[in-house]
């Protein structure tokens, strides 16, 4: 066995039994480690009452073979998630965004650039004043990441391109005009259809287009640059739960508490 140093995320723990707990952390330099933490529970454990759901942790582990938990042998509190501006609602996006990167990654598959947008996340949320754009802005650059950016210009299908998606300042135009605007996203596929396409296929959902221009948006621009219009949220919030559910194959258990 050998003793690995690491900097970590605490995404999960629980009891493993009266006075130990198992914890699923997420590091820099290896990934998701799963490990027991002996003694975790006891008044007096070497763990300096570090292994809160969030803290940044300095970790030293030994190294078991590939299907035990490896053993937690020391965690050194680096940072502690505190509720600021955002209150709880920054707590639970900090939450979903441990839930998502823990649902993503398979054991000590190291991926530093994951590591620090989660880093990025769980610090801005719990101070920011533009919550809900921090989180969508997370969202994407998380997408990015895991290689499932949604196609937004070109048919995800054939790939010919589709006409302008909408300039968000343009809302005017009546039910009717809308409604043929209107734009398809395959979640399936992960990205719009041209009307060509569109027949015949199931998970699709419609969105107008101003929508899927401010979410292009968020790739480009900073929530200093430009905010979400109020008006967008509801149907990019809708429409990104669609596509991470489809993704993961399952609800985020977040989810329902993202407003
Ligand atoms: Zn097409």
Request: aromatic share 8%; with cysteine.
């Amino acid at each position: 066995m050998s003793a690995e140093q690491a900097i970590a995320f605490v995404l999960r723990v629980y009891d493993f039994s009266e006075s130990s707990l198992v914890v699923t952390l997420f590091s820099r330099e290896f990934g998701k480690i799963r490990a027991l933490a002996k003694g975790a529970k006891r008044p007096k454990n070497p763990f300096d009452f570090a292994l809160d759901l969030l803290s940044l942790c300095r970790i030293v582990f030994l190294r078991k073979s590939s299907d035990a938990l490896h053993l937690l042998t020391e965690a050194k509190l680096v940072r502690r998630f505190r509720l600021e501006k955002s209150g709880l609602a920054g707590w639970y996006a900090a939450l979903y965004a441990a839930e998502l990167v823990n649902l993503t990654t398979d054991d000590e598959d190291a991926q530093p650039a994951l590591f620090d947008l989660l880093d990025d996340a769980i610090s801005r949320f719990q101070s920011t004043t533009t919550l809900k754009d921090d989180i969508l802005r997370f969202e994407w650059r998380f997408l990015e990441l895991i290689g499932h950016s949604p196609s937004l210009e070109t048919c995800v299908n054939c790939g010919e391109e589709i006409a302008e998606i909408g300039n968000p300042q343009n809302q005017d135009g009546t039910d009717e005009t809308v409604r043929r605007r209107e734009r398809f996203f395959a979640l399936t596929e992960g990205g719009v259809l041209c009307p060509r396409c569109r027949p015949g296929r199931r998970a699709v959902v419609s969105v107008r287009p101003e929508t899927l221009a401010v979410l292009r948006s968020l790739g480009t621009k900073t929530s200093a640059e430009s905010q979400i219009p109020p008006r967008n949220y509801g149907e990019l919030r809708a429409l990104l739960n669609q596509y991470f559910c489809h993704l993961l194959g399952q609800r985020p258990r977040m989810h329902d508490y993202l407003g």
